[in-house]
């Protein structure tokens, strides 16, 4: 048994390192549709050989995969829904109907044949967490394009964009995949991949979300799933009598409870943090304002909409040079639907050298919370 697991491990890291140092380089056109369905469905049939004297039987395998629909379903239907908030963005793939019949058959077919071979990995393997953790880590180097990955590393705020939107959510991902295909089978994980893309393809659009959005959804839904799926796992298990089953009922529901109203505030603490909420947070870099705040501290504003609520006192937040500023201000000059605006910093001895204009006004400071922003000062320092 561990040779084949052993076979099937370098079978996979072979393919790895073929198809990002010899395939993608040389035959970037024909490999997403030729050479990648084929080397997959060859890698499926030699795990199914290698494998198929193994058969595990599962407990509640279709309620599971009722659960893994229902998930997926309001995933789904948040997903698209935070478009109508966002936009939607043309996907890169062709809309013609050769092209979707074409897209459909590469990715999904890729998808069955590697979920197929993590489920059989897994399973013939005993759940040895080792085994898991290899399992869970090649299946995201698999899912990556490394000349493309590469070539956006051209600072260290674009290392971080794609650490942050990309390879943290696709580890979460592929932890969860590899969970669902232990405890019930392969169909699990599928249920998971495949709808959002198929949609993809098929309606050619999707929410333009930025990078920090994508990852924190990414994140919060598989966590999410996770603990649906165990959760419904445990009290199938704990099922014994009556009068455990009303316990367990209310400690659940009291459960759910606590799990909804965190989902909530993780939802709205991602929203207020990207900028998407009226009020606004940012971490201040400087201390051209202090004593009112100082680097380090984290200011709040409210975004303006009526350049007519604007008063000389007021702590002004604009942009000058792709940069935010958040200094007094200490006159206001408005002719009709045009305004110029001259500021200051409290701690710097001379007024800014140039003026603001509406276009360049972001918000206004409502409230200072002291200290909290230092974290994210010290991660732009190092990113820059």
């Keep these: 048994m561990k040779r084949n697991i052993f076979i099937i491990c370098l079978l996979l890291v ?15 056109d024909q490999s997403i549709y030729i050479v990648k369905p084929i080397l997959w469905f060859l890698m499926a049939y030699f795990t199914f050989i290698l494998t198929k004297d193994k058969y ?9 995969l009722q659960v893994c629909i229902i998930i997926v379903l309001f995933y789904t239907i948040i997903y698209y829904l935070s478009g109508l908030y966002f936009g939607f963005i043309k996907s890169a793939y062709s809309s013609s109907f050769f092209s979707i019949i074409k897209n459909i058959y590469a990715f999904v077919l890729i998808i069955i044949a590697e979920e197929y071979v993590r489920y059989r990995l897994l399973t013939y393997g005993k759940k040895k967490t080792i085994l898991f953790i290899f399992v869970s880590i090649v ?53 998971f991949r495949i709808p959002t893309l198929l949609l993809t393809l098929v309606l050619g659009i999707y929410p333009d979300l930025n990078w920090y959005i994508y990852g924190c959804l990414q994140i919060i839904y598989t966590a999410l799933s996770y603990y649906v799926v165990r959760r419904y796992l445990k009290t199938e298990a704990d099922k014994e009598d009556e009068d455990r089953k009303n316990i367990n009922k209310v400690k659940r529901n009291a459960e759910y409870v606590s799990w909804g109203v965190f989902v909530i505030l993780m939802i709205a603490l991602v929203l207020f943090i990207s900028g998407n909420l009226k009020y606004v947070p940012i971490a201040i870099m400087s201390d051209s304002m202090k004593p009112v705040f100082q680097r380090g501290d984290v200011l709040i504003y409210k975004k303006v909409s009526d350049f007519d609520t604007l008063k000389v006192g007021d702590i002004l937040v604009f942009q000058h040079d792709d940069k935010v500023v958040t200094h007094r201000i200490i006159r ?6 045009f305004i110029q605006i ?38 732009y320092e190092l990113l820059k």
Excluded at 14 to 28: A, E, Q, R, S, T
Excluded at 332 to 337: A, H, S, T, V, Y
């Design 342 to 379: 001259n500021t200051k910093g409290d701690n710097l001895d001379n007024e800014d050298a140039f003026i603001t204009t509406g276009k360049d006004i972001i918000g206004v400071k409502n409230s200072i919370i002291p200290f909290i922003g230092y974290p994210s000062v010290t991660l």
């Design 139 to 191: 299946f995201v180097l698999v899912e990556l394009n490394f000349t493309t990955v590469f070539a956006k590393f051209t600072s260290n705020a674009k290392i971080f964009e794609f650490v942050a939107s990309q390879l943290i959510p696709l580890i979460c991902l592929n932890l969860l995949y590899s969970y669902l295909v232990m405890v019930n089978n392969y169909k699990a994980s599928i249920i």
């Design 14 to 28: 072979g393919y790895l390192v073929g198809m990002n140092l010899i395939v993608i380089p040389l035959y970037p």
């Design 56 to 64: 595990v039987k599962i407990k509640n395998k279709n309620k599971v």
């Design 332 to 337: 206001i000059k408005k002719e009709k639907d």
